[in-house]
């Protein structure tokens, strides 16, 4: 069995900075592509930031310059950190993982609860 618990979501000012963390625990084998999605009330969930077992980026033009994904390998853990957030940053943020747990065949996409961040006028 594998999660993915994700922290650090709350209510900050617009101009402000948040840090998310995701941690994917359980019996994991490998962990591929690791990633961060919104989606905001009554939208679709949209792709935020990728990044890659080997440390290769990309960002949504929308958060480019202020958002960066990291990830940190040997905590099985990856990072979002969100500067400048403006109010349309509002949303419920869910952490994604493509990962092949131990005795599996094939990786599958894991997804965390979500984490709501709501930036204020």
């Known amino acids: 069995q594998v999660q993915l618990v994700e922290s650090g979501g709350g209510l900050v000012q617009a101009g402000g900075s948040l840090r998310l963390s995701c941690v994917a625990s359980?019996?994991?084998?490998?962990?591929?592509?690791m990633a961060w999605y919104r989606q905001a009330s009554g939208k679709q969930r949209e792709l935020v930031a990728i990044?890659?077992?080997?440390?290769?980026?990309d960002h949504t033009d929308s958060v480019k310059g202020r958002f960066t994904i990291s990830r940190d390998n040997a905590k099985n853990t990856v990072f979002l950190q969100m500067n400048s957030l403006k109010p349309e940053d509002t949303a419920v943020y869910y952490c994604n993982a493509n990962i092949k747990y131990l005795g599996g065949y094939f990786p599958r996409d894991y997804w965390g609860q979500g984490t709501q961040v709501t930036v204020s006028s």
């Open positions: 359980g019996s994991i084998s490998r962990i591929n592509h």
């Open positions: 990044i890659s077992n080997d440390g290769l980026t």
